[in-house]
């Protein structure tokens, strides 16, 4: 039907969806309001409403949120006011809005640790956007890159560390330069000589996970940035 969901939580209900496609939802993919956590999953295709919309606790790890298309804000994921998501070793990638945040919107709380974002696009924040009464935003070991409608619009209070940015003159450490390219091959993935392969901070390494290829996380000693370990 035209305003079809795959997965809606209520408050209170909990869940795991776990090596799933979710494609083509005729308003969005997923409606959260509980708990819910999306494991080595595909998001993709949404055409209206985007692919993810959360008020709930949400963790999102080695998935793909891909080609979700929003009429408002959040192309790929929009977190709500009181809504708190953990992205974790995922890629955010050819998402569109016709608002704010292409790749993500936040209204809540978000880390985002060691994901990869590019080919967004949105008006305001293609990769993402920060709204000025967010909680917080916590941006780490990731690569925002080549998204069209600059990668990130902060409204509200974004930490951005061990990351490369395109584009980015915020404070933070360990950050690469504003025009670092990460040398992404089609898929995504480092080649050899990027600058962004053992250069993120193990310290922001979620334990247990591995890489969205399903590779061990660390290798070399040093954890590489983005979604992808080479």
Same mark, same amino acid.
């Given at each position: 039907? =035209?305003? @079809? ?8 209900? !909990? ?5 799933? /496609? ?15 956590? +999306?494991?080595?999953?595909? $998001? ?18 080695? !998935?793909? $949120? ?8 959040? =192309?790929?994921?929009?977190?709500? =006011? ?18 704010? =945040? ?32 967010? /909680? ?15 990668? $990130? ?6 930490? +951005? ?11 933070? @450490? ?30 922001? +390494? ?11 996380? $660390? +290798?070399?000693? /040093?954890?590489?940035?983005? @979604?992808?370990?080479?």
């Amino acid at each position: 039907g =035209g305003d @079809a969901q795959f997965v809606t939580m209520d408050t209170g209900t !909990s869940a795991k969806l776990s090596g799933m /496609t979710l494609t083509n939802g005729a308003a969005r993919d997923i409606t959260n309001h509980g708990g819910l956590t +999306v494991a080595n999953c595909s $998001i993709t295709g949404s055409n209206s409403g985007g692919g993810i919309v959360n008020y709930g606790f949400l963790q999102v790890n080695d !998935s793909k $949120i891909t080609g979700n298309v929003s009429n408002q804000n959040g =192309g790929g994921i929009a977190n709500m =006011g009181g809504g708190s998501i953990n992205l974790i070793d995922s890629q955010v990638s050819g998402n569109s809005s016709a608002g704010s =945040g292409g790749g993500v919107y936040n209204q809540g709380a978000i880390a985002i640790n060691n994901c990869t974002f590019s080919a967004n696009s949105a008006g305001s924040g293609a990769a993402f956007y920060d709204a000025a009464n967010s /909680t917080y935003a916590d941006v780490a070991n990731s690569i925002l890159w080549a998204d069209t409608g600059g990668e $990130i619009v902060n409204q509200g209070t974004i930490t +951005v560390e061990y990351s490369d940015v395109q584009g980015w003159t915020g404070p933070g @450490a360990g950050n690469l330069g504003a025009n670092s390219n990460p040398n992404f091959d089609a898929n995504l993935k480092l080649q050899t000589g990027s600058p962004c392969i053992n250069t993120g901070n193990n310290n922001d +390494v979620v334990a247990g996970l591995k890489d969205l290829a399903g590779n061990t996380r $660390i +290798v070399g000693g /040093t954890v590489d940035m983005g @979604a992808y370990e080479n």
